[in-house]
């Protein structure tokens, strides 16, 4: 069985690079990446990910008007999406979920908890292997 595609939409280097190397090497996931929300929606329909993890705050399109975008494709409107923020108040996350965010995860996240996170999420088999047990 091939891994999990996952999609990482961040504007942010450091976070693409520790959330892809963790993903890849904790997880298992096949992990493309885009720094903003246009290349993502190009990314997104060019390679048919099987999840994306979206940045909320990002110039230009922001997450949410990504998502928009994504949901008003039919080649992207069935991709679950995954929303990290560092806005986590209880008003924030309610409009995200409304949205239709499959899940809101925290910035800054543990690393070794992202792709177990993720599968929770997504209600896929955790496959991760946390290195510190």
Same mark, same amino acid.
């Given at each position: 069985?091939?891994? !999990?595609?996952? =999609?990482? $939409? ?12 963790? =993903? ?6 096949? %992990? ?5 929300? *246009? ?16 940045? %909320? ?6 997450? &949410?008007?990504? =998502?928009?975008?994504? *949901? ?6 069935? $991709? &679950?999406? %995954?929303?990290?923020?560092? !806005? $986590? ?8 979920? *409304?949205?239709?965010?499959?899940? $809101? ?19 896929? &088999? ?8």
């Amino acid at each position: 069985m091939s891994p !999990k595609r996952i =999609l990482l $939409i961040d504007d942010e280097d450091d976070i693409r690079e520790v959330a892809s190397m963790t =993903l890849e090497t904790v997880g298992g996931f096949e %992990v493309l990446t885009a720094v903003s929300g *246009q290349e993502g929606i190009e990314r997104a329909i060019a390679s048919q990910p099987d999840a994306i993890l979206l940045d %909320v705050m990002m110039p230009v399109m922001d997450g &949410p008007a990504t =998502l928009l975008r994504l *949901q008003q494709n039919p080649a992207t409107r069935d $991709i &679950p999406v %995954v929303f990290l923020t560092a !806005k $986590i108040q209880t008003a924030d996350r309610r409009r995200l979920a *409304q949205l239709g965010a499959r899940a $809101i995860m925290a910035k800054p996240f543990d690393p070794y908890r992202l792709s177990d996170d993720i599968n929770e999420a997504l209600g896929w &088999p955790a496959a991760s292997t946390d290195p510190r047990n």
